[in-house]
């Protein structure tokens, strides 16, 4: 139970609180790696098996958002902590095999970019009958191991857009989505078994982290800040609306819901809809001047608690999957690769058996064995044969399975797979002062939850604001 007093407007004879009730309530001292596991671990794993999953953070400017998400190198957040277990969970399952790609967008100003590739403008939200709301024309990456995604987060960190306001002297000016696209299938005990077990679990997992709500007079902002707080509170008016026509017992599948009012909701319709397992965590300040943001904050939270999720199992056929697409294509190579082989052992066979007679014919006038002739036919078989072998390694590699070499960090940023064509190379971010690196660490091994200590009030409010606490 959580309660809260507006110490200012009230009088102390008079003040009635403000009550919520929520599943957990971290202090200040809590370390991210115990709000993960408490509510963020589960939906992870979910994703790994094939459900939609979100984590979001939600709250007033300078409250510890992007603080939760990224985390720091002795505390990392959210967003590595998941990265990590997703590749541990590969790592200890045996019956089925991974292709993972990801992208990393901003929404900076309503407008859509790409953190993985800035130069890039022709992206557009589309919507599938099948696969529901899409972001086409964003770059996505094929990653093998945790450290490659952390590399590929930074550099899409050194392109968003953040300021300084008197509110937080590293303010995000845009919301980040960061997307990881799992496609999964059954490992068959032979290369024709898997090539005929066609059914793939496809799934996302969003973890978005959500530029904080934030007031004019405390944040003191003019000219280029003023405008990017204007369209943060415009699409966090739009989302809290969205929630709370979600939350509302009467909403049927005939009422409007206004997800097409921002592209923050759009893009999260499928989260929102009802098909994900979603974990929001809400970050509030105990500062006595931000008490009506922090209740707003504690408001959304309760009416979000309401929604009610009904989450599928996305196991469908499809021959488009990447991992289908992967297992024929690799099924094609080693037949083709058999087939050259065994030519090249019936060739191999028939000038054997010709160098043998010319050497019966020509032994009694020879000063000795003729040598052998390469033809350049041979030659080329022989490079075309370790080509193929080459590109069937490649390919073995892009799919991940127990056993797979997924610790090794990997000097390349991705794999090269884009749907917008290939990154320039201008990170740049427009106005804004672009955030320090590195950002996102590896968490360290055989890392433990440790008990919250309790919790210690400050007695001023610039204290208070250092000490912003989460809850779930």
Not at 118 to 128: G, N, V
Not at 264 to 273: H, I
Not at 284 to 294: G, I, K
Request: hydrophobic share 35%; aromatic share 4%.
């Amino acid at each position: 139970m959580t309660q809260i007093v507006d110490p200012k407007k009230t009088p102390s004879h008079l003040r009635t609180p403000h009550s919520f009730s929520f599943d957990r309530l971290f202090s200040p001292q809590t370390r991210t790696a115990d709000i993960y596991d408490s509510m963020a671990k589960d939906v992870v794993e979910a994703a790994m098996e094939g459900y939609h999953g979100s984590v979001c953070a939600y709250g007033q400017t300078s409250t510890g958002k992007t603080h939760t998400m990224q985390g720091s190198e002795n505390d990392p957040g959210i967003t590595p902590l998941a990265v990590q277990d997703c590749f541990d969970y590969i790592a200890n399952n045996h019956e089925r095999e991974y292709v993972l790609r990801i992208s990393y967008l901003e929404i900076y100003n309503e407008t859509i970019r790409d953190l993985l590739s800035p130069s890039t403008t022709s992206i557009r939200i589309m919507e599938d009958k099948k696969k529901g709301v899409l972001v086409r024309g964003v770059r996505e990456e094929i990653v093998m191991n945790a450290e490659q995604v952390y590399s590929l987060l930074n550099t899409g960190e050194r392109a968003r857009h953040v300021g300084t306001t008197d509110a937080n002297a590293q303010s995000s000016r845009s919301h980040s989505v960061f997307r990881m696209i799992i496609e999964s299938s059954k490992i068959g005990p032979n290369p024709t078994a898997r090539k005929n077990s066609t059914v793939t679990r496809t799934s996302t997992l969003s973890l978005v982290d959500l530029a904080g709500s934030e007031s004019a007079r405390l944040a003191n902002t003019s000219g280029d800040r003023q405008k990017e707080g204007g369209f943060i509170n415009k699409s966090l008016l739009t989302l809290a609306h969205v929630i709370w026509k979600l939350s509302d017992p009467k909403t049927d599948k005939s009422t409007h819901i206004p997800y097409r009012d921002s592209k923050l909701t759009r893009m999260l319709q499928q989260s929102l809809g009802g098909n994900a397992q979603i974990a929001l965590v809400c970050t509030v300040t105990l500062a006595s001047d931000c008490v009506e943001e922090t209740i707003n904050t504690l408001k959304f939270a309760n009416r979000a608690k309401q929604i009610k999720q009904r989450v599928e199992l996305n196991e469908v056929v499809d021959p488009a999957a990447l991992i289908s697409q992967y297992r024929d294509e690799i099924t094609r190579l080693r037949q083709q690769l058999e087939a050259a082989q065994e030519a090249a052992t019936q060739q191999a066979e028939k000038m054997a058996a010709s160098e043998a007679s010319e050497a019966s014919a020509a032994s009694a006038g020879s000063d000795g064995p003729p040598l052998p002739v390469h033809t350049d036919e041979e030659e080329q078989g022989g490079i075309v044969e370790v080509q193929m072998q080459q590109a069937i390694a490649n390919l073995e590699r892009l799919i991940l399975k127990s056993g797979s070499p997924r610790a090794v960090a990997t000097e390349q940023t991705g794999s090269g797979i884009s749907a917008s064509g290939p990154a320039g190379d201008d990170a740049g971010g427009g106005s804004g002062v672009h955030a320090p690196v590195p950002l996102f660490h590896s968490p360290p091994p055989n890392r433990k939850a440790s008990p919250s200590p309790s919790v210690e009030l400050a007695e001023d409010d610039a204290a208070l604001r250092q000490s912003s606490s989460r809850s779930v």
